[in-house]
């Protein structure tokens, strides 16, 4: 197949140094007074997710730190539903690849799972916390305000969602995600955190906000009564940093790697313009016809969620599947959708002729393919001919004179982006 010409492309998004996460933490909690209900030897709990993000680590231990100043003895809880297969272990692992350890933070991780009904919500949906967060004198919820890859509504991923899946873990999780098919996403986190807030000892939270690169922007530290009004607002800022696409359509998406550090849903729904949530309003851009996923990160242990929203894949990303892992994750979800298994072919040409072949008629010159790292890495990206052409003029974008053949090996594969480009010094040309 006579695959089009590639050339290079960078998404130009405003890089100001990060700023100091633990002085942040520290200058937000002295101008809240979060910290004041505090008294001392008081147990606080301090929230740790599965997400990469890459500030984590020093924010926790600020929280940490200023726990400890305040008189309390804090303890990271590993909020993250049904992920390291749902089992306490399993999630303090997945917090220690992501370098949050005892050590790291300064407080010690909690590793039992001790399961409590708490309540119900809409009559009969029964909302569910580790007993240690009933039995904390203090819960200080810290996560990433973003979007979330199940749903379209004024709130989406944040602290609220941290408390009912986080605190709620794998069943808490799963009952979030079955009300969300009666209710939509939105009403069940909103209804079943108003009790949690209710019934808890939530101060308040974290809000940690990113720029284009996924980098500390700043921090802002919300208490719990004005937590729904405010994250609101900030989803909104939020948005306007995220990382996207610089394209509404495009006939042949080449996705690297998925992973749950990427993205919740392995890949970003909003970058691809795919939900695919059966009960929840779809994207309306971009349009993309065909979707590759070629591999899956080392870091998501297997976890595939999100390779269902891909038309084709390669045979080594399936191989590495850990069906248990990603069926959980499905499952407790109520996304099957996400665990599909997509055509998979032995060879990265293989995958790639299979789309070609699938999305109608089309010419090199007039193709409009891109290929990218994965959705949170949209700073570089390899396009066909006739999207460079398109984005010439756009001042948002820089765009590289050399056209190259796709690189394939003797194997019929092609190396990560990525790498390429910096084998061919492509990058430092362009920085």
Known sequence: MNFPKMGLIRQIFESPNPPNAGQCVHAELQRTGLLKAVKKNQKVLITAGSRGIESMVDVLRACVEAVKQAGGNPFIFPAMGSHGRGEPQGQVEVLRHLGITPSSVGAPIYAEMAMSELGSVDEDCAVYVDKAAIDA?????????KDHTEYIGETESGLLKLAVVGLGRQL???????????????????????????????????????????????????????????EAALLEEAKEFKP??????????????????ISGAGMDTKVIGRIMNVY??????????????????????????????ADYTTRKAVDKIDFKALNLNCITASAPEKGKIPIALPTDRDALEAAFQTIGMWTPGKVKMAWISNTADLEWLAVSSALVEQEQRRKDIQVAEERLDLPFDLKQNLPKLKKFLKDRGVLEKMI
Request: aromatic share 4%; charged share 30%; proline share 2%.
């Open 280 to 309: 929840e309003k779809e994207c309306e851009k971009p349009k993309i016809t065909r979707i590759i996923v070629r591999d899956l990160t080392e870091t998501t242990y297997g976890n595939a969620v999100g390779i269902g929203l």
């Open 244 to 261: 996207k696409l610089p394209f509404d359509e495009l006939d042949v998406l080449l996705v690297d790697e998925i992973g749950k550090e």
């Open 172 to 230: 808490g999780a799963e009952n979030m995600h079955r009300l969300a098919v009666n209710v939509t996403y939105q009403n069940a986190i909103h209804a079943i955190a108003r009790l949690l807030f209710e019934k808890l000892n939530v101060l308040g939270g974290i809000a940690i906000l990113e720029d284009h690169f996924n980098r500390l922007r700043r921090i802002e530290v919300v208490a719990a009564a004005d937590i729904i009004e405010r």
């Open 137 to 145: 004198d203090h819960i200080l919820l810290v996560n990433r305000i």
